[in-house]
């Protein structure tokens, strides 16, 4: 293959060339014929493609920002890795074209009836980072960041959901709780076991689409983006469900899983929490407060950067919250808690938890293999990045 010299491109006749790693920004290759041409690592921002004819050509690697393959025809070649942002290819015919890991957005025109999601030459590049737009709420991140990692640890923000959000959650909650056969053939047993006042439900992700939004609270995603790294996913999510009567916990942190340490055990390094192996949340699906035994916690507890004694609930000020139906509940997971006993005769005690981890450490939990694959592809959001499609877990060598 020669290499590209200077020579005229358009309305030109170009075979058998090298151009890679060329910088071809503004070129204008419109109305040629291009055969066997390679164009690897290639710049060719705000190029003029137009009406042009490419066949069996490489672009793997080209930047091909903003240009332009109106009208052209494109059989057999690779655009893998290339960036398509900004590309139009409106009116333009792609056969036998392979698009894998290309970088598009919306920004991409693509020819009518050309589907990028459907054609088995493309992917679309699901992990693009998207910039963080500057919103007005951002003071209101800044300020949860602060009170978990540098103030008490803990944040409850009040009137977040809507309460018709939470009420549905509580009600296919209620339904699932009491249908379950335990808490059924107990129900009126005054004195029955403490056990059966207590389920947890798990894989709320196929129960209903509102689980799917209270896994992922933009404010906390938000909040979460600085503490754990831009693609931090999650390593549990399930709801706690507790009748009255229910028992509480024994104090603990969920660091980053709750059965790692012995009570009283020190964490075994210290970043004094300017790194973080976790954040949790915590969504009341009722009015929570002391009389349904309401989550305690420990103000500036994850400075002891320790996994709290059982008896610590006594020696310590823990404080159990008040949070209204609508509120969302932030912590550090180095914050000692626990749920306290619901002592109430008929006040239920609903929640739904969460919580996050930055992508390199495994989740407890994992919530992609459970989950429907149709539920991940229909989310617009953060549910491909919580769930773990990008992360890569080190494999054991046989
Ligand atoms: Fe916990």
């Known amino acids: 293959m020669k290499k590209y010299k200077k020579q005229k491109l358009n309305n030109a006749s170009l075979k058998n060339l090298s151009f890679i790693n060329l910088n071809l920004n503004k070129s204008k290759f419109e109305n040629s014929d291009i055969e066997m041409c390679d164009f690897w690592e290639g710049s060719l921002k705000n190029s003029n493609l137009s009406f042009t004819k490419i066949k069996n050509c490489i672009f793997t690697d080209s930047n091909l920002l903003n240009s332009n393959f109106k009208y052209s025809k494109i059989l057999n070649s690779n655009f893998t890795h290339s960036n398509l ?3 139009d290819f409106r009116g333009s015919i792609i056969k036998n074209s392979n698009f894998r890991d290309a970088i598009y957005d919306k920004s991409t025109k693509w020819p009518k009836n050309f589907y990028p999601k459907k054609s088995l030459f493309v992917t679309k590049h699901k992990f693009e980072k998207v910039k963080p737009k500057i919103k007005k709420n951002n003071r209101l991140v800044e300020n949860i960041v602060r009170v978990l990692t540098e103030g008490k640890g803990y944040y409850v923000l009040k009137n977040y959901f809507k309460k018709k959000k939470i009420q549905k959650a509580q009600k296919i909650l209620k339904r699932i709780v009491y249908k379950d056969k335990s808490i059924k053939q107990h129900l009126n047993n005054f004195a029955k076991d403490k056990k059966f006042s207590q389920k947890w439900i798990t894989n709320l992700l196929n129960i209903d689409p509102v689980f799917i939004d209270l896994i992922q609270p933009k404010i906390a995603m938000q909040v979460f983006r600085k503490i754990l790294g831009e693609n931090f996913i ?29 009570h009283g055990e020190d964490i075994p390094f210290q970043t004094k929490g300017k790194f973080l192996f976790n954040c949790q949340i915590l969504v009341p699906l009722n009015n929570i407060d002391k009389s349904n035994g309401s989550t305690a916690f420990l103000d500036y507890s994850y400075k002891f950067s320790k996994f709290p004694n059982k008896n610590n609930i006594k020696n310590y000020k823990f404080k159990q919250i008040k949070a209204p139906i609508g509120s969302l509940v932030l912590f550090n997971g180095l914050t000692w808690h626990t749920s306290m006993p619901n002592y ?12 996050y981890i930055p992508h390199f450490i495994k989740p407890m939990i994992d919530i992609q293999a459970t989950t429907k694959k149709k539920i991940l592809t229909n989310d617009k959001k953060y549910l491909a990045q919580l769930l773990g499609l990008k992360a890569k877990f080190p494999i054991k060598k046989k």
């Open 344 to 355: 109430s005769y008929h006040k239920e005690r609903y929640c739904t938890l969460g919580q």
């Open 234 to 262: 999650c390593g549990f999510y399930e709801a706690n469900c507790l009748l009255p009567g229910a028992r509480g916990q024994f104090p603990h942190i969920d660091y980053p899983y709750n059965y790692n340490y012995e």
């Open 85 to 87: 942002k900004g590309v």
